[in-house]
């Protein structure tokens, strides 16, 4: 039996898109927090943890959208021509929070205050345009001969702009518990103090889009509800009820590296109950990853770059954090 290079392929880009989701969420949820803290030196303590760090993170969105080119065309060409406008949008944010990352260090106390809110405004405007590329993901894309057929503005929904809602408060609970790990004194009992409602406004973000989307779409609520689905993606459920009580239990207590080992494991479950929803569609409603598929010959070309490219990424990524590994103090920091 050979190997399905359509199934290679889709678990290569599914882990790099986790691996950017978990990377550069927490990075852009420590702008999303900006506007909760005040002080200056807490603003600069909160940059300082992911500055030698943060564009490292988004080498995984340029492999995903890489790997999508390479393996399945059709659903790169689709995805593209329907998303276009949260797509720009979404660099548009990284691009001009990039920019006030750097400048924010460099500017003079007249000019700080405008760097800070850029940078704030760059994550907010790039987390809520991923949400809503997600929302317009999920909901689907008209389809006609192997194209796009739909309008430019077709993603823009109710379901997709509570998605992109949703989005942000999971980026600012990978912040928040972030820097819980990686700070002390006040900065940390604030982040403690600000993760618990946002846990609480994550799940319940989680339950209304798993109840909102089998409720749109027929083929969704078949396979979770129907048997015997049901009993095996009950778990799904249950441990994120496990995960949130274990994650506002360390958040109120002493723990420092628990609660973001737990959002993660929350985040993760709810990118497990999204592929359980769409497998094995590429295109949702009905373009499978057998059907965007390249030619089997130029997949097995770029399987062989991507298996060099991801264990180097891996190592660099793991040791830049071992590097800056440890609590980040006032003063301190890569600037």
């Known amino acids: 039996m050979g190997i399905d290079l359509s199934i290679l392929w889709a678990l290569i880009i599914g882990f790099g898109l986790m691996m950017y989701v978990i990377m550069d969420g927490f990075d852009l949820g420590i702008g999303i927090l900006f506007p909760f803290v005040s002080a200056r030196e807490d603003r600069d303590t909160m940059v300082n943890t992911v500055a030698p760090v943060w564009d490292g993170n988004e080498t995984w969105l340029a492999f995903g959208g890489a790997g999508l080119l390479a393996a399945f065309p059709l659903a790169y060409s689709i995805i593209l021509s329907a998303l276009y406008l949260p797509l720009m949008l979404m660099l548009a944010g990284l691009i001009w929070r990039g920019v006030a990352f750097e400048f924010r260090f460099k500017a003079d106390e007249a000019h700080r205050p405008f760097w800070d809110r850029a940078f704030a405004w760059g994550s907010y405007v790039a987390a809520l345009s991923q949400g809503l590329a997600l929302g317009g993901f999920i909901n689907g894309f008209e389809v006609r001969e192997r194209a796009y057929a739909g309008g430019l503005l077709d993603w823009l929904t109710p379901f997709s702009l509570f998605a992109g809602v949703g989005l942000m408060i999971a980026y600012a609970l990978l912040g928040a518990t972030w820097l819980v790990m990686k700070t002390e004194g006040e900065l940390q009992l604030r982040m403690r103090e600000l993760g618990q409602p946002i846990t609480v406004g994550l799940v319940a973000a ?130």
């Not at 949130?244 to 080992?261: E, I, R, V």
């Not at 130029?298 to 264990?311: D, H, N, R």
């Open 206 to 335: 989680i339950a209304i889009v798993s109840f909102w989307t089998p409720a749109a779409h027929a083929e969704v609520a078949n396979r979770w509800f129907s048997l015997p689905n049901l009993l095996f993606f009950a778990p799904v459920p249950v441990l994120v009820l496990l995960a949130t009580w274990a994650l506002l239990k360390t958040l109120a207590g002493n723990s420092h590296a628990a609660p973001f080992l737990l959002a993660l494991l929350l985040i993760f479950l709810g990118y497990t109950g999204l592929v359980i929803s769409l497998w094995p569609n590429i295109i949702p409603p009905a373009i499978s990853i057998w059907d965007a598929a390249a030619p089997p010959q130029s997949m097995g070309f770029t399987l062989v770059g991507a298996l060099f490219v991801v264990p180097f990424i891996l190592v660099y990524t793991a040791w830049s954090y071992y590097v800056f590994r440890g609590k980040v103090r006032a003063g301190e920091g890569y600037h």
